[in-house]
């Protein structure tokens, strides 16, 4: 793998949050989940989604576990990453999708990571590009 220029962490260290950061939002155990939110974020990270803040570990994690009970749990869809991670500078993006099992995404957004010089996320945007279908 290459490495990129700046503070920006390399490729395979960008794959690996991409990873991880997928993973984080199906994670069933608690303190597995608070353990990998502390590891993606920085300790001030922030979440922006559909016109909502969450800030700290504390708001993070309550998010998570919110949208794995809804989403993974509630409703049986696993979340994806459509494979599609570009980077410029330390921004990072990439699709991230809910997906029924066996079926096509009924839901996807742009994730945006501003990465630290440490590879934390200290800013995430999620801009919807496939709303959920109206129930």
Do not use: C, N
């Not at 990998?36 to 803040?53: H, K, T």
């Not at 599609?84 to 809910?98: G, K, P």
């Not at 990571?113 to 496939?130: A, F, M, Q, S």
């Amino acid at each position: 793998m290459t490495e990129m220029t700046g503070s920006t962490p390399r490729t395979f260290e960008l794959e690996s949050i991409v990873g991880r950061y997928v993973a984080v939002w199906s994670e069933p155990d608690p303190g597995r989940r608070r353990e990998a939110i502390a590891e993606l974020w920085a300790s001030d990270g922030v979440e922006f989604v559909e016109g909502a803040r969450f800030q700290g570990y504390e708001e993070l994690h309550t998010r998570v576990t919110e949208a794995y009970e809804q989403f993974v749990v509630g409703a049986g869809y696993a979340v994806t990453s459509a494979g599609d991670v570009t980077v410029h500078d330390d921004i990072t993006m990439f699709t991230v999708r809910l997906v029924p099992d066996g079926g096509e995404a009924v839901w996807a957004a742009r994730v945006f990571l501003v990465l630290g010089d440490d590879g934390r996320i200290r800013e995430d945007y999620h801009l919807t590009v496939k709303p959920l279908p109206s129930q």
